[in-house]
């Protein structure tokens, strides 16, 4: 019922950037909210950064300052700018939303297929 699509992973090297997309396709009433999460290997997926539908966003502290979460609803597509990029920013990022498929509760949880971020030091 709902897809996402994640975009603009890739090799970078320390200090560099990326910006990462993703698109909500299907049907539904509204999103709440698009986050991103990483997972790197060995680790437990994390919060990286998410925003709601009125604009809040909300990052881990280890990327406050470098990324910047932003929302398009028109588009309903959800973008990560990754700025000073380091060698622990390597993981795969996967894109979450928090959907209403209707016009009353509940909403779901859906995920993206992941991306995979690698930063050379």
């Known amino acids: 019922q709902v897809q996402l699509v994640e975009s603009g992973g890739g090799l970078v090297q320390a200090g560099g950037t990326l910006r990462l997309s993703c698109a909500a396709s299907?049907?539904?009433?509204?999103?709440?909210?698009m986050g991103w999460y990483r997972q790197a290997p060995g680790r437990q997926r994390e919060l990286v950064a998410d925003i709601t539908s009125t604009g809040s966003t909300n990052y881990a502290d280890s990327v406050k300052g470098r990324f910047t979460i932003s929302k398009d609803n028109a588009k309903n597509t959800a973008y990560l700018q990754m700025n000073s990029l380091k060698s622990e920013d390597t993981a795969v990022y996967y894109c979450?939303?928090?959907?209403?498929?209707?016009?009353?509760?509940?909403?779901?949880?859906?995920w993206g297929q992941g991306t995979q971020v690698t930063v050379s030091s």
């Open positions: 299907g049907s539904f009433f509204s999103i709440y909210t």
């Open positions: 979450k939303a928090k959907v209403s498929l209707r016009a009353v509760p509940p909403a779901y949880d859906y």
